[in-house]
């Protein structure tokens, strides 16, 4: 009788403690929030991904009555803003926006990540998806797609494209392969590093967002000679797709989405999703957006995991078919 006495204490004393517990963490996130909220932007200042973070900020802080802190950390095509949210505690205090490079590419290109693209990361929700535009130096003397090729097939490995991201990555190696081409990849930390080079000549191509590169071609700096989605962007319909000028089958898309801490309470993740669903469902979003060419896809969490699976997947394949080595 008295050992099942004190099997009974101890098994009441622990579901006491469990409950506790349990009682704590809900007081502490329905509490939620009492101090700022930090994006993390694994990329630079002017980037796609931190002019998204920006559009985002004042809704959320107006919802949730707190100053919302961007913090860039650019570098190592995402991997270090990644690695410094990661270490971050799961308190809802801090959430990411990831992209098709850090969340779904990286795991293929690098051998090794200092983070977990799925088990450092929770899903909150989709946020963009969209293309990149193919751009060269205003004064190039090649005037369109077909005048590129023939450029770079005279000159093998004679030509450089830059990349600040998987996606402008994304879009030299596949034209690589599906032209038939020999042009060099450089690296770059960020994206609005490559165009500065590519204005100033260092390099002779940037595969790039739409929104970081047309205000540059609109100034008279770059030239732009196509698109790499399957059909023309509405505001720059005047720009062919890269597949209608020859390349047969050229199509590379990249996206944006927002991700929490692994172990953030899900009641808090759900707040942060039906925020930033409703500001990426606005009108502004899709004029601020829309316009460049990017379409606002905001979902649900559910939706977002099973779109990075099949992300992850999807550029394994186009690491291989292209032939990058991971680093």
């Known amino acids: 009788m008295n050992t099942n006495r004190r099997s009974f204490l101890a098994a009441g004393a622990a579901l006491l403690g469990s409950t506790l517990l349990g009682t704590q963490a809900h007081a502490q996130s329905s509490g939620y929030p009492n101090k700022p909220i930090t994006i993390v932007v694994p990329f630079g200042a002017g980037t796609t991904t931190d002019q998204v973070a920006r559009f985002l900020s004042p809704?959320?802080?107006?919802?949730?009555?707190?100053?919302?802190?961007?913090?860039?950390?650019?570098?190592?095509?995402?991997?270090?803003?990644?690695?410094?949210?990661?270490?971050q505690p799961?308190?809802?205090?801090?959430?990411?926006?990831?992209t098709n490079t850090t969340h779904a590419a990286?795991?293929?290109?690098?051998?090794?990540?200092?983070?977990?693209?799925?088990?450092?990361?929770?899903?909150?929700?989709?946020l963009i998806i969209g293309g990149v535009v193919l751009v060269v130096r205003a004064d190039?003397?090649?005037?369109?797609?077909?005048?590129?090729?023939?450029?770079?097939?005279?000159?093998?490995?004679?030509?450089?494209?830059?990349?600040?991201?998987?996606?402008?990555?994304a879009g030299g190696e596949v034209m690589r392969e599906l032209a038939g081409v020999d042009i060099l990849h450089v690296p770059y930390k960020t994206l609005p590093v490559a165009?500065?080079?590519?204005?100033?000549?260092?390099?002779?191509?940037v595969f790039g967002d739409a929104p970081a590169v047309m205000p540059l071609v609109?100034?008279?700096?770059?030239?732009?000679?196509?698109?790499?989605t399957g059909k023309r962007i509405a505001k720059y319909a005047d720009i062919p797709t890269i597949a209608e000028q020859g390349v047969k089958g050229y199509e590379v898309t990249g996206w944006i989405a927002a991700f929490g801490l692994n172990g953030t309470p899900p009641e808090i993740i759900s707040r942060l999703n039906e925020i930033i669903v409703r500001a990426m469902k606005s009108d502004e979003a899709e004029k601020q957006f829309?316009?460049?060419?990017?379409?606002?896809?905001?979902?649900s969490p559910e939706d977002?995991?099973?779109?990075?699976?099949?992300?992850?997947?999807?550029?394994?394949?186009?690491?291989?078919?292209?032939?990058?080595?991971?680093?």
């Open 218 to 228: 609109e100034s008279g700096k770059l030239k732009a000679l196509g698109v790499s």
């Open 195 to 205: 165009l500065t080079d590519l204005i100033g000549g260092q390099i002779d191509m």
């Open 290 to 299: 829309g316009s460049q060419g990017w379409t606002p896809v905001a979902g």
């Open 140 to 169: 190039h003397p090649a005037k369109n797609v077909q005048e590129l090729v023939a450029m770079m097939k005279k000159n093998p490995g004679g030509m450089t494209f830059g990349a600040g991201n998987s996606s402008s990555r």
């Open 304 to 327: 977002l995991a099973k779109f990075q699976a099949i992300e992850i997947d999807r550029w394994a394949r186009l690491v291989k078919a292209a032939g990058i080595q991971p680093t």
């Open 90 to 98: 799961a308190d809802g205090y801090t959430f990411v926006l990831g």
């Open 59 to 87: 809704y959320l802080s107006t919802e949730l009555k707190q100053p919302v802190v961007i913090d860039n950390k650019a570098g190592a095509s995402g991997s270090i803003g990644m690695q410094f949210a990661a270490r």
């Open 106 to 126: 990286n795991v293929s290109l690098f051998k090794q990540l200092p983070y977990d693209p799925v088990k450092d990361f929770t899903p909150i929700s989709n």
